[in-house]
């Protein structure tokens, strides 16, 4: 009851830093199904995390001990399978540290022409949609440094770092009545290790981890929402039947 609660306030209030960052929006854009009282989604988001953004991105305002408390993971997994950082002195960093990387400001910036920004935040400040959809619509560009473009993000340093799970697919055009032509579908033209189905799956798991470290309150937020709207219903009763008692003389 309380989560059916919290949930219509969320329909009727919805965060305005899920509606920041849109994107261009063509036909293939789809929104993800951000739900963080999925716990397994949100494990194997944090797994995606590390594999695949952490070599070059941080979460850096964010420590590891809170992923191991509030997904549920224990302090030793995350330490022998999560954190791959050291500190000065070699020593492996541990529970209780930042979620940093290796890379230095200056190799990111030599290598990709800027740093890899920090993503701690950018689910709020994009919006999942732009990152679902992001990370979906990587395609074959030859003429593209790195052998690929992007739908959401024209030109991005990035490369495609899921090709092996997702294959390589290219755009698939459509033209409108000015004779413009945009990107509806894509197709594959090779294959990668996961179906399409499994693909989805994989970046909405990813996706509801970069919200959750977005915004990891939010989590306790929703619950206490809930009991909090059902006060105000209560309440609600309460002071019409006392509005009902004091103006009965004078209707």
């Not at 059916?4 to 929006?25: D, T």
């Not at 993800?32 to 979460?59: I, K, W």
Request: proline letters at 4%; a negative charge; glycine letters at 8%.
């Amino acid at each position: 009851m309380i989560k059916r609660i919290a949930l219509i306030a969320a329909v009727l209030f919805p965060l305005s830093g899920f509606a920041a960052g849109g994107g261009a929006q063509g036909a293939y854009w789809e929104q993800p199904n951000v739900n963080l009282d999925n716990e397994a989604s949100l494990q194997r988001g944090a797994q995606l995390f590390v594999n695949y953004c952490m070599g070059c991105h941080t979460a850096k305002y964010h420590r590891w001990m809170h992923v191991s408390e509030d997904l549920d993971i224990p302090a030793d997994v995350v330490e022998a399978n999560l954190i791959w950082t050291t500190d000065e002195s070699g020593k492996k960093d541990q529970v209780g540290t930042l979620m940093k990387n290796a890379m230095s400001k200056e190799y990111g910036s030599d290598v990709f022409g800027k740093a890899p920004p920090d993503l701690t935040l950018t689910a709020r400040e994009r919006g999942p949609g732009w990152i679902y959809n992001y990370l979906q619509t990587f395609y074959v560009d030859e003429s593209s440094p790195t052998g690929v473009n992007n739908a959401v993000l024209a030109g991005a340093s990035m490369p495609h770092v899921m090709w092996e799970l997702q294959g390589f697919q290219r755009p698939v055009y459509t033209e409108d009545s000015d004779g413009e032509k945009h990107i509806e579908s894509f197709e594959l033209v090779q294959k990668g290790s996961m179906s399409p189905e499994e693909f989805d799956r994989a970046m909405n798991d990813l996706v509801n981890f970069m919200v959750y470290l977005g915004e990891p309150a939010r989590m306790d937020r929703t619950a206490i929402g809930g009991w909090v709207i059902l006060f105000l219903l209560v309440f609600l009763g309460f002071a019409y039947v006392l509005k009902k008692e004091y103006w009965k003389d004078v209707h």
